[in-house]
C-alpha cells in the first residue's frame, strides 16, 4: 500500500485544475502583453482569473498580484513593505517558515531594520503581550506572523494580532500558505495588510502563488524588467499557473465545509489510534488539539527508540508510507528543525509530521498506525 501523508509539503493536483490549464499549454499560447488576438484572449483569462481570486477573498482585483509562490510572495511583501513605507524595525516569531526568517534576518544585516523575535512557550503559544509592548516601543514596525505554522499546526489570532498592529500603526504581513484554500479569508474584515498564497497546498499547480496588498499600502516591485502585474512583477506571467490557482481556489471555497469535515475525521482517527496504539506518543505544538490547529496538519512526537533513531522517516518510507520530519523545505538538510528547537523538543524523541488532504482515506491511516505500532514493537 502506497499511503501519502505529506500534504503540507505539496498536494495532488485535482483533476479539474488540469482541465483548466490545458487549453492554455495547447491553444492559447499567446503572450498577454501582446495586442494582437492571441495575446488578447490570454490577458482576459489571466485578468479572469485575478477577479476570481478577488471574489473569493472580497477584496479588489488591484489588490491581488500573481508570483511564482509562496516564497516569492512573502519576500516582495517584507522587502518591499519595509522599503516602500520607511519601516525601521520589524517584529517576528521564530517559528516562521524560512522564507519570512531568512528574509527579515537579511534586511536586518543590511541595516534596514532592528529585528526583534518573540517569545513562545513549549507549545508554540506566542506571547501577545510581549508583541504589545515592542508595537508600544517600537510603532509603525513591520509585524509578520503566520497564520497557521507548517510543522507542528498552531494557529494564530490573526484578527487580535492585527488589531494590535493597527493600534500602533505597524504593518501586518501574515504568511498564510498553510491556511489558504482550507479556510475562508475574508480580507474585507481581516486587519491584515498583506497576505500570501502558493497554489500547490490547496490541490493546484507548482510555481503558481499569489499576494494580497491592501489598496492603501502600496508597495514598490521586487522583481523588474516589464510592465507585467500593473508595473508590481517585470517578466511574462505564467499563464497557465495562474489559470490552475485560480480554478484550484474556486473549487476549495465551494467545496472547503465538507472537505473540512472529512479532514477532520482523519486526524481525529489518528490521534486516537495513536494515543491507543503507542504508549508514550506524544503531540508537537498543538497539532494534538482540533480546535487550535490546523485541521490538515498533525506532529507526532514518538518514544526514543534505538532501531528508528534518525531513521524513522526512512522507515516508514519502505513501509509504503510519506511523511516529513518537519518544513519539506528542509528535508534534505542536516540541520535540524528550527521550530522544533524552539520549542524545546527532545531530541531523542523522533518527531514526524503527518499532513492530510480530502484525497486521504481512514483506511490509509489505519495502515500508517499499524507499521508504526510494527516499527515501535508494540505487543498487540
Known amino acids: 500500500m502506497k499511503v501519502y501523508l505529506d500534504n503540507a509539503a505539496t498536494t495532488a493536483m485535482d483533476d479539474r485544475v488540469i482541465d483548466a490549464m490545458l487549453p492554455f499549454m495547447r491553444n492559447h499560447y499567446g503572450n498577454p502583453s501582446s495586442v494582437h488576438s492571441f495575446g488578447r484572449e490570454v490577458r482576459t483569462a489571466i485578468e479572469r482569473s485575478r477577479k476570481k481570486v478577488a471574489e473569493l477573498l472580497n477584496v479588489t482585483p488591484a489588490e491581488i498580484f500573481f508570483t511564482s509562490g509562496g516564497t516569492e510572495a512573502d519576500n516582495t511583501a517584507i522587502v518591499c513593505g519595509i522599503e516602500s513605507h520607511g519601516i525601521t524595525h520589524a517584529i517576528t516569531s521564530p517559528l516562521e517558515h524560512h522564507a519570512v526568517l531568512h528574509t527579515l534576518e537579511m534586511c536586518e544585516k543590511k541595516g534596514h531594520i532592528k529585528l526583534s523575535i518573540l517569545d513562545v512557550n513549549e507549545k508554540g503559544e506566542l506571547d501577545i503581550n510581549q508583541l504589545e509592548e515592542l508595537l508600544k516601543a517600537n510603532p509603525k514596525s513591520l509585524v509578520s506572523l503566520m497564520h497557521a505554522n507548517n510543522e507542528i499546526g498552531n494557529l494564530n489570532d490573526l484578527n487580535r494580532i492585527g488589531s494590535l498592529a493597527k493600534e500602533y500603526g505597524a504593518f501586518f504581513h501574515s504568511d498564510t500558505v498553510q491556511t489558504m484554500g482550507h479556510y475562508v479569508h475574508d480580507l474585507k474584515s ?46 511574462t506571467e505564467n499563464v497557465i499557473g495562474i489559470i490552475g490557482i485560480a480554478k484550484a481556489l474556486e473549487i476549495a471555497y465551494e467545496d472547503m465545509a465538507e472537505h473540512q469535515v472529512h479532514v477532520e475525521a482523519i486526524k481525529k482517527h489518528f490521534i486516537q489510534s495513536l494515543t491507543q496504539e503507542i504508549p508514550g506518543v506524544e503531540f508537537n505544538g498543538l497539532s494534538g488539539d482540533l480546535d487550535k490547529s490546523l ?20 522507515n516508514l518510507d519502505l513501509e509504503g508510507v510519506s511523511a516529513s520530519g518537519g518544513s519539506a523545505c528542509s528535508s534534505g538538510a542536516t540541520v535540524g528543525s528550527h521550530v522544533l528547537r524552539a520549542i524545546n523538543h527532545t531530541p531523542e524523541r523522533d518527531a514526524v509530521r503527518f499532513s492530510f488532504s480530502r484525497f486521504n482515506t481512514i483506511e490509509e491511516v489505519d495502515y500508517t498506525v499499524g507499521k508504526l505500532k510494527e516499527l515501535y514493537a508494540v505487543e498487540a
Open 190 to 235: 481581516l486587519p491584515v495588510d498583506s497576505i500570501v498564497a502558493g497554489g500547490h497546498k490547496f490541490h493546484g499547480p507548482k510555481g503558481s502563488g499569489f499576494l494580497y496588498v491592501k489598496k492603501d499600502k502600496k508597495i514598490h516591485p521586487l522583481i523588474h524588467g516589464g510592465a507585467q502585474e500593473r508595473n508590481m512583477r517585470g517578466g
Open 295 to 314: 485541521y490538515t496538519v498533525l506532529s507526532v512526537s514518538l518514544p526514543p527508540s534505538e532501531a528508528n533513531s534518525g531513521m524513522l522517516l526512512f
